[in-house]
């Protein structure tokens, strides 16, 4: 069982990785079955205590997280596999990424998304956005939120966001608790860089590839009031992102998982555009499921 430590203002599930973790039951006659011998694999229970119809959605959507017996993330394997540096073909750059990945675990979003006061926002970005996971759990879970947007530089990661959406078509078919009717079924529209899945009430979830420094025009337009920065920071990245940060509106919510304050001051040497709301608060991520790690939250200026 799990057990929440409220006095320390954590919100943390406190359980270990072995309590999280289920062999993986194997179909008979699966071709790709695996020899027990060889090798075990386990299914991690990254959904924790969601509601059902939240974890069913997120299930059906992007399945299970796989660990070997070591406990390794299979999937970190496949990021770097498929993944390549974003580097000028013509000269012959072939590189693995230099992106790192990680994540917000599911069972952590609602906390997180309660201490950003989710509940007085319509829209919401998440810059490095990944396979959309978290940014597709904000738009089931908020149907008050008009807009969630993810941008994501890697081309690989953002194909894992095009698989997700491709799987939209069929939801929201459901009623809701507390609901008169369902949302209704979502239209799915791509481009190249572009996908937008938008249901029958003008909600829409859209993921972008590319760099949220090239789309301020975007910020401006549409105002976030939560901005989920999923970047590591150095100075030279923080002067790149500059002008995103200064487009953002007075009162918008961020949240990092570096100190955004000490960085700025001394890798662009001027005062930050923002005030610190709450340092510290623990949160369930792929890199770290058992102590959580420390994330920050800001206000702009």
């Known amino acids: 069982s799990s057990s929440s430590s409220s006095s320390s203002g954590r ?3 406190r359980k270990r990785l072995g309590a999280g ?9 699966q071709k790709n079955e695996i020899d027990s011998s060889q090798q075990q694999y386990y299914e991690l229970d990254d959904y924790g205590d969601l ?3 939240v974890k069913t959605f997120l299930q059906r959507i992007y399945g299970v997280d796989k660990v070997d ?14 993944e390549i540096w974003n580097g000028n073909a013509d000269n012959g750059e072939n590189h693995p990424s ?3 990945y990680g994540e917000v675990l599911p069972e952590s979003v609602p906390s997180l998304m309660e201490k950003l006061d989710i509940m007085n926002c319509s829209v919401v970005f998440e810059v490095g956005c990944g396979r959309g996971r978290m940014a597709t759990q904000i738009f089931q879970s908020y ?5 969630v947007l993810g941008v994501e530089k890697s081309d690989f990661r953002f194909g894992l966001c095009e698989e997700a959406a491709s799987k939209l078509h069929l939801s929201f078919l459901e009623k809701r608790p507390g609901e008169s009717e369902a949302e209704g079924p979502m239209i799915v529209r791509k481009t190249p860089e572009r996908l937008l899945a938008t249901t029958p009430m003008a909600r829409t979830l859209e993921f972008r590839k590319g760099d949220i420094a090239d789309l301020v025009h975007v910020t401006q337009a549409m105002n976030p009031a939560i901005v989920l920065f999923n970047v590591c920071h150095n100075p030279e990245l923080l002067l790149h992102f500059k002008s995103f940060f200064q487009a953002l509106k007075s009162g918008t919510r961020i949240v990092t998982y570096e100190n955004l304050f000490t960085l700025w ?5 001027e005062n930050p555009p923002f005030e610190a709301i709450n340092i510290g608060d623990r949160f369930f991520t792929t890199w770290e499921r058992n ?7 800001w206000r702009k200026l």
């Open 265 to 269: 001051r001394d890798g662009i040497e």
């Open 51 to 53: 509601d059902s119809p």
């Open 11 to 13: 919100y943390l599930n």
């Open 21 to 29: 973790i289920r062999k993986l039951n194997l179909q008979q006659g």
């Open 143 to 147: 149907p008050h939120i008009k807009y």
């Open 291 to 297: 102590e959580g790690h420390d994330f920050y939250m």
């Open 98 to 100: 230099l992106f790192t």
């Open 69 to 82: 017996a070591y406990g390794r993330l299979l999937w970190k394997d496949f990021m770097a596999e498929g």
